[in-house]
């Protein structure tokens, strides 16, 4: 099994700062995809970056210039830093990755979460 550990939610005020981590651990050969995902109260879970295995990374729309995804492929880690906060961004992120596990096949893994909450 591999669980995806998230941690750097909290509190912030808009315009603020945070830096979220994600590190993966288990029966782990590969890791292809390393996402964060976001849920707001009553919301559906939307994608908000994306890096792959080649760096390749993807960004919804509205964290476009404010937010930025790295992976430490040595660590099995996933970063968001997340810069000029607004409180539209308050919602509970997750963390998920896409790996091969040591029994060849391919499976996606979620994080528990933690919440960001951007307010004054």
């Known amino acids: 099994q591999v669980q995806p550990v998230e941690s750097g939610g909290g509190l912030v005020q808009p315009g603020g700062s945070l830096r979220l981590s994600c590190a993966a651990s288990g029966s782990i050969s590969y890791i292809y995809t390393m996402a964060w995902y976001r849920q707001g109260p009553g919301d559906q879970r939307d994608m908000v970056a994306t890096?792959?295995?080649?760096?390749?990374?993807d960004y919804l729309d509205s964290v476009k210039g404010r937010f930025t995804v790295s992976r430490d492929n040595a660590k099995n880690t996933v970063y968001l830093q997340m810069n000029s906060l607004k409180p539209e961004d308050t919602a509970v992120y997750y963390c998920t990755v896409r790996y091969g596990s040591l029994d060849g096949n391919e499976y996606r893994a979620w994080g528990q979460g933690t919440q960001v909450t951007v307010s004054s």
């Open positions: 890096v792959g295995s080649d760096g390749n990374r």
